[in-house]
Nanobody
Framework: QWQLVESGGGLVQPGGSLTLSCVIS????????IGWFRQAPGSEREGVSC????????VYGEAVKGRFTISRDNTKMTSHLQMDKLTPEDTGVYFC???????????????????WGRGTQVTVSS
């Protein structure tokens, strides 16, 4: 039974930081890419960052480049998303997802990921 569980969301002031975690079970994680996505109210789900199955390549969306850092630990079956310099535009529900890794680079498209967590809410507000 596969499962992805996100945690670490919350309310933070603009300019602050949060670290999201995703605990993954039911997969041989070392053959899966991991992606982080977010969805703001009234908006479509968008790609935030992804990391390839062995952690050798990372991709960031333009909106978060230079502020967010993705990581993974295949032995601990986890992924983290370190988020710094947060702005109100970063508000939304954040999801982690996995896909079978077959390419050198991971995609940041929702339709490319097969299994999803339920998300964790991040609110950036003063």
């Amino acid at each position: 039974q596969w499962q992805l569980v996100e945690s670490g969301g919350g309310l933070v002031q603009p300019g602050g930081s949060l670290t999201l975690s995703c605990v993954i079970s039911g997969f041989t994680l070392s053959i899966y890419d991991i992606g982080w996505f977010r969805q703001a109210p009234g908006s479509e789900r968008e790609g935030v960052s992804c990391i390839t199955k062995r952690g050798t390549e990372t991709v960031y969306g333009e909106a978060v480049k230079g502020r967010f850092t993705i990581s993974r630990d295949n032995t601990k079956m986890t992924s983290h998303l370190q988020m710094d310099k947060l702005t109100p535009e970063d508000t939304g529900v954040y999801f982690c997802a996995v896909r079978f890794g077959v390419q050198v680079r991971c995609p940041l498209y929702v339709e490319d990921y097969d299994h999803w967590g339920r998300g964790t809410q991040v609110t950036v507000s003063s």
